[in-house]
């Protein structure tokens, strides 16, 4: 049985740390202590402005996700979630783990006065894109694309 539950930053030790930033290198590819490491002081800092969730299948962590209260950004004035972090570990997706999370972590926003959340992802991920689009994410009205000029030959 998966069971959810709000990360306070305050009580997250070295262990768990490491199991967050562990979790979301082997989900993304990519390991970010660094970011983790703020975003957690941040929250611990600033813990109505962040909501962390976990999910764990009896001792090991399975998934998480985190996000940050914004007022006043994108040109909306009222409170907004932005999902900057989720990751499922790879051997337990499909299993629902990451809507549970996300329906956690919006309960949770909710709760706090959030009406709307937001995130981003790179194009280039479909299964990512897949699930955004299967929970009831839609493409904003207003699109960032990016793209490096370094190496482009013309």
């Avoid at 930053?9 to 989900?27: K, P, T």
């Avoid at 109505?48 to 001792?59: H, R």
């Avoid at 997706?93 to 959030?114: C, D, K, N």
């Amino acid at each position: 049985m998966t069971t959810y539950s709000v990360i306070d930053a305050a009580q997250l030790d070295a262990a768990q740390l490491a199991a967050i930033v562990q979790l979301d290198g082997a989900s993304n590819g990519r390991k970010r202590e660094d970011f983790f490491v703020k975003r957690f002081a941040a929250q611990q800092r600033s813990p109505g402005d962040f909501v962390s969730m976990t999910a764990s299948d009896g001792e090991t962590l399975v998934g998480f996700a985190s996000c940050q209260l914004l007022q006043g950004e994108f040109g909306i004035d009222r409170l907004t979630a932005v999902l900057d972090a989720l990751a499922v570990e790879p051997g337990s997706q499909g299993r629902g783990i990451g809507h549970g999370l996300l329906a956690e972590l919006m309960s949770e926003t909710r709760a706090r006065g959030a009406r709307e959340l937001r995130t981003q992802a790179v194009w280039n991920q479909p299964a990512l894109l897949d699930f955004f689009a299967d929970t009831g994410f839609e493409l904003a009205p207003n699109l960032i694309l990016q793209r490096s000029t370094r190496d482009v030959k013309f």
